[in-house]
């Protein structure tokens, strides 16, 4: 029985560099959406003016909500060269985001090439959404056999290009969401254990469950929360940081269970104390991507925000870039955050500095379009609005969007294309249909109306 060298993954969330080759346990740690509060809040108008002129308001209000639908800022991370859109069985909207997500979850152990694709395709229709980045490296790493491998056991010279292409894919979910739920990583784990092997799983689930209860505390820890057991995982990895060395990583997983939680101290206190010991290591230290200082400050920002902390919030976002100047979803933030307290100038000021760090990402250019347009800098909105879209053709929100900044310069057959084509590529039971489709009449109705003299 020979010993195997676990991934980062594995070794950061539980503590275990080794494993035996009869129980490779493994994984990266788990997760759930941010509890963080709308940043945006929009005063509807009972007026129904000028046809020119009546949506804008109300299109704000409406999209009040959605713009944070996706809990978190950021990224429109398309997850790698374009593929073929994967057919679905039973759903017939093919524009729906969440039925790509959930037949990539159905098909994930039978089907790795269909999840992956599945899981590509809902987060280019929904840019602003995390889990889907975060399922699409899972479902990748199921994909190549000799990928999963090197990536259990840490090997980062033979597939180092392909191993950071996908932590960089899970930067970016945590990005969107610090909290969310890694569900797929055990059944990750599993596949990896046993080569795919379906009967092998069934065969040796009782020895792996054994394996697994006489393994070190941060390993019981991280099975427990991939059991959906987050009380007994919080305990465990409490007893896992008495026991080690080096608690960053541990400390980091305990806080995002808390967050998950919606325990705010207690997720604070644990992130503080992991931000501590990683301030006192060597800073020539290989630091993962997914667990870094700037992310944890950023992590404590949402959590106080969620919480109504503003001021505390703001100074943590601010902490999150001087850790990284680059780390635009702190910018991103800050500008919402300033938005919500009336400062426009700072809105505006921040989502430019987010949209020019991250020039390729559709979600952030689409936040700034927005902005600008609350901001009635109705040009510049036009031009972020129209950057979205061009970046992320398949993304419907930013049409609505440009839509209604359209009507404010009244250019009303803009912005009927705008409203047709968010009609065109928005999920059949998207809210804001409604909206735009009386949109597309009443303009209609007014560019055909006649003309008085």
């Not at 969310?180 to 379906?198: A, E, M, S």
């Not at 703001?314 to 990284?324: K, S």
């Not at 635009?328 to 430019?352: C, F, K, N, V």
Request: hydrophobic share 40%; proline share 6%; charged share 25%.
């Amino acid at each position: 029985m020979r010993r195997v060298a676990l991934g980062s993954g594995f070794s950061e969330l539980t503590g275990c560099a080794f494993w035996d080759k009869s129980v490779r346990l493994a994984g990266p740690a788990p997760s759930r959406p941010a509890t963080a509060r709308d940043v945006a809040s929009v005063e509807p108008t009972p007026e129904r003016p000028h046809p020119m002129r009546r949506p804008i308001v109300r299109v704000a209000f409406a999209l009040a909500s959605v713009v944070l639908l996706v809990a978190s800022p950021l990224s429109a991370q398309r997850g790698g060269k374009p593929v073929p859109r994967p057919k679905l069985r039973d759903v017939t909207d093919t524009n729906d985001a969440q039925a790509y997500y959930d037949a990539g979850l159905q098909r994930f152990n039978n089907d790795p090439d269909y999840a992956a694709d599945a899981f590509y395709w809902a987060a280019r229709i929904n840019p602003g959404w995390g889990e889907p980045l975060y399922a699409r490296r899972a479902a990748l790493l199921m994909q190549k056999r000799t990928l999963l491998n090197a990536y259990m056991a840490d090997n980062y010279r033979s597939k180092g290009n392909e191993l950071r292409s996908l932590d960089s894919l899970y930067a970016h979910a945590l990005m969107l969401n610090p909290f969310l739920y890694r569900r797929l990583d055990r059944q990750l784990f599993i596949n990896w254990l046993t080569d795919g092997d379906r009967q092998a799983q069934a065969e040796y689930a009782y020895e792996i469950n054994t394996a697994i209860m006489r393994a070190p505390p941060s390993t019981q820890a991280w099975f427990a929360y991939s059991n959906g057991n987050f009380e007994r995982a919080l305990e465990l990895y409490g007893r896992a940081i008495e026991q080690a060395r080096e608690t960053a990583g541990l400390h980091i997983e305990r806080a995002r269970i808390l967050g998950m939680r919606n325990q705010v101290e207690p997720a604070v206190a644990e992130f503080e104390m992991a931000i501590g010991e990683m301030r006192q290591k060597d800073e020539k230290k290989l630091v993962i991507l997914y667990n870094s200082k700037a992310m944890a400050e950023y992590s404590i920002a949402t959590l106080l925000e969620g919480s109504g902390n503003a001021q505390k919030a703001r100074d943590a976002y601010g902490r999150a870039l001087q850790e990284d100047l680059s780390y635009y979803p702190a910018h991103m933030r800050l500008g919402l955050l300033a938005l919500t307290q009336g400062d426009t100038a700072a809105a505006i000021s921040e989502l430019a500095l987010a949209s020019d760090i991250a020039a390729d990402d559709a979600y952030i250019h689409y936040l700034n379009g927005w902005i600008l347009g609350k901001a009635k800098h109705t040009t510049e909105a036009v031009a972020e609005l129209t950057k979205a879209t061009t970046l992320e053709p398949y993304y419907a929100l930013p049409n609505l969007v440009l839509g209604a900044t359209y009507e404010t310069l009244e250019k009303a057959p803009e912005a009927i294309a705008a409203y047709e084509r968010f009609l065109a590529l928005a999920s059949a039971r998207d809210p804001q249909r409604q909206f735009a489709s009386e949109r597309v009449e009443d303009l209609k109705a007014f560019v055909n109306a006649p003309k008085t003299q």
